[in-house]
């Protein structure tokens, strides 16, 4: 398979990966329904950003030495289950409460969205499982420098989480619109990230 191949078909992949909704797209769907605009394209750059140090990680094979310690692998996968349970939990009482979608700006400082996305992203374990599992068969050394190769596949990742995750933020924001201050989209995504953060925690003990 030549070089052009194979980043198609990692495109492909990739896609059919970040497409399937899980704790990155829920995160930026929460930010989007309670902040608006800004706090939904905050979460996406967030996780761009984290996606990025994710392809780093596995250019210089953090994901080889994280496979050696399996039991450090569960205790990552465990850590970003319960903080995304965490956020999720927040967000179903403030659904629950007082919580407003917002369409004239974000609710929190687009920073503070930025980096609790950098760092949802980076807890993922459907992120660690792609890393140890599929990014290294895409690095060929018979196809030139690792780096090289890296960078490419790292751009293509970045360019389809900004496009998916993009368009969930301006599409959230436009349903919140005639949702108005029930607050219920937001408490129903709140209790799918709980679900989600106790099914990977209930995963990883059995593991």
Same mark, same amino acid.
């Given at each position: 398979? !030549? /070089? ?5 078909? =990692?495109?492909?992949? *990739? ?6 909704? $899980? ?5 930026? +769907? ?11 394209? &905050? #979460? ?6 984290? /996606? ?6 596995? #250019? ?13 692998? !569960? +205790?990552? %996968?465990?850590? /970003? ?6 956020? @999720?939990?927040?967000? #179903? ?17 687009? *920073? ?45 990742? #970045? ?5 998916? =995750?993009?368009?969930? &933020? ?5 349903? $919140? ?5 029930? $607050? ?5 995504? @709140?209790? %799918? +990230?709980?679900?989600? $953060? ?10």
């Amino acid at each position: 398979m !030549n /070089g052009s191949a194979t980043l198609w078909l =990692y495109f492909l992949l *990739v896609f059919g990966i970040i497409a399937l909704p $899980g704790l990155d797209m829920a995160y930026v +769907l929460a930010n989007a329904l309670t902040g608006g605009r800004g706090a939904g394209l &905050a #979460a996406v750059a967030g996780i761009v950003a984290g /996606g990025a140090c994710h392809i780093a990680m596995g #250019a210089l094979g953090v994901a080889t030495i994280v496979r050696l310690w399996p039991a450090l692998f !569960n +205790l990552l %996968l465990v850590a /970003g289950a319960a903080y995304i349970a965490w956020i @999720g939990w927040q967000l #179903a009482r403030a659904g629950a409460t007082t919580l407003k979608v917002r369409t004239d700006g974000p609710a929190r400082p687009p *920073v503070s969205v930025f980096f609790k996305g950098m760092l949802t992203c980076l807890l993922n374990p459907k992120a660690y499982v792609f890393m140890l599992a599929v990014f290294p068969q895409f690095l060929k050394p018979a196809q030139g420098a690792i780096w090289a190769q890296a960078v490419a596949l790292g751009l293509i990742t #970045a360019a389809t989480q900004a496009g998916i =995750y993009g368009a969930v &933020a301006l599409l959230a924001r436009r349903a $919140g619109n005639s949702i108005g201050a029930s $607050g219920l989209a937001a408490r129903a995504v @709140g209790l %799918l +990230l709980v679900g989600t $953060g106790v099914v990977t925690v209930f995963q990883g003990w059995q593991a």
